[in-house]
């Protein structure tokens, strides 16, 4: 299983001794900082070095199929899809919607038939299908009717494979009754927040592309539209510059100047007031969405952290939920500590709504559904 993210590969390789056995894991990995200086070039050179890794396993058999992790899979595709050469061809046709994402994972797909060849199946896996049932109120903007109808415009929503791994997670350890409510927000170089009823979505904060939302690493997330036209005039470019700048130079980066990693700023915040205003506004922003999809679902059974932000840094999440007693969200700052890149409750005993980090296994997901798609073709 390849996971394509904007700015790193996860790769799992995994074993089923026969068809309805759960994948016996034989490797797993990933390769962070693509395109980022020290770090590899592009994903078609960390792919490589994955198949150079697999094939070199011991006893290994040879590669049977390869699941991959795609953004954006449009109006076209809404449940996973064995991989041909129009297969390719749409999504590549969805690049724009999708630059930081749609790209690398095409970059991984390429590699992946060139170094495996044809005979080795291939799926892909889309984001975008958790949402494909998004109630209309939810998923259509108010623009005119027609022009959102004659050119595919609405809300898609991302991160799919995370919140659907989450949402059958949390269901093994809560044990919730039917219709639980969820806010989950995945927190990584790319972040979303989603409101889940009975395990299905409801909104979603990514929209009709993943720049839409929180404030993420690279990407602005919200901002009035007006925004793009202004700074065309302002700065003599054209909109796809300007496009090209609220995905990567702004979010995290932008705010700061110094780094889209949450890391350096957590670091540096406390003598950098640039990188402590972009932690500070990261969190806003995220609580904002908190008490937004509160409404939405009439109130919340549990608050669900994941992803590289929200399972690994404790002071990310205070500050989310700071200030939300109020609807009876209480944090334990102990088991907040804690709970570092693991599972765990770290709510009160008295909160009203449970607070959980949950890692995401995106590549579970993805290895389950390419079995599924081949055992059915």
């Given at each position: 299983m390849l996971n394509a993210g904007s700015s790193s590969l996860k790769f799992r390789l995994s074993r089923f001794e026969s068809p309805h056995a759960v994948g016996r894991e034989i490797l797993r990995g990933v390769i962070e900082r693509i395109g980022v200086a020290g770090g590899q070039t592009d994903h078609g050179e960390a792919v490589r070095r994955v198949v150079e890794r697999v094939q070199a396993v011991p006893d290994a058999s040879p590669v049977e199929a390869v699941g991959h992790r795609v953004v954006h899979g449009g109006r076209s595709f809404v449940r996973p899809t064995v991989i041909d050469d129009q297969v390719v061809a749409a999504i590549e046709a969805l690049e724009d919607l999708a630059p930081l994402h749609n790209r690398p994972?095409?970059?991984?797909?390429?590699?992946?038939?060139?170094?495996?060849?044809?005979?080795?199946?291939?799926?892909?896996?889309?984001?975008?299908?958790?949402?494909?049932?998004?109630?209309?109120?939810?998923?259509?903007?108010?623009?005119?009717?027609?022009?959102?109808?004659?050119?595919?415009?609405?809300?898609?929503?991302?991160?799919?494979?995370?919140?659907?791994?989450?949402?059958?997670?949390?269901?093994?350890?809560?044990?919730?009754?039917?219709?639980?409510?969820?806010?989950?927000?995945?927190?990584?170089?790319?972040?979303?927040?989603?409101?889940?009823?009975?395990?299905?979505?409801?909104?979603?904060?990514?929209?009709?592309?993943?720049?839409?939302?929180?404030?993420?690493?690279?990407?602005?997330?919200?901002?009035?539209?007006?925004?793009?036209?202004?700074?065309?005039?302002?700065?003599?470019?054209?909109a796809a510059e300007v496009e090209r700048w609220l995905n990567e130079r702004s979010g995290l980066l932008g705010l700061s100047g110094v780094s889209a990693d949450m890391r350096d700023l957590l670091a540096g915040e406390q003598h950098d007031p640039r990188a402590q205003l972009a932690v500070e506004i990261f969190c806003y922003r995220a609580r904002k969405y908190l008490g937004a999809y509160l409404a939405a679902l009439g109130g919340a059974d549990a608050v669900v952290f994941t992803g590289g932000i929200g399972e690994h840094w404790p002071p990310v999440r205070a500050r989310i939920c700071a200030g939300m007693e109020w609807c009876g969200l209480r944090l334990d700052e102990a088991r907040n500590a804690r709970v570092i890149g693991s599972e765990g409750c770290i709510s009160t005993a008295t909160s009203r709504i449970g607070v959980f980090v949950i890692p995401t296994d995106e590549e579970a997901i993805i290895a389950r559904e390419t079995r599924e798609a081949l055992r059915e073709r």
């Open positions: 994972s095409l970059a991984a797909i390429r590699a992946c038939r060139q170094v495996l060849g044809p005979e080795v199946p291939m799926v892909a896996v889309f984001d975008t299908a958790f949402h494909a049932a998004l109630p209309e109120h939810a998923y259509r903007y108010a623009i005119p009717y027609e022009l959102a109808e004659r050119h595919g415009v609405r809300r898609f929503g991302f991160h799919g494979t995370s919140y659907r791994y989450v949402v059958e997670r949390y269901r093994e350890l809560a044990r919730p009754s039917d219709g639980a409510r969820l806010v989950v927000f995945h927190l990584g170089n790319g972040c979303s927040a989603a409101a889940i009823r009975d395990g299905t979505s409801i909104d979603t904060s990514m929209g009709f592309t993943p720049l839409e939302g929180l404030v993420m690493g690279t990407r602005a997330g919200d901002l009035d539209a007006a925004l793009v036209g202004y700074l065309v005039r302002k700065e003599d470019v054209d």
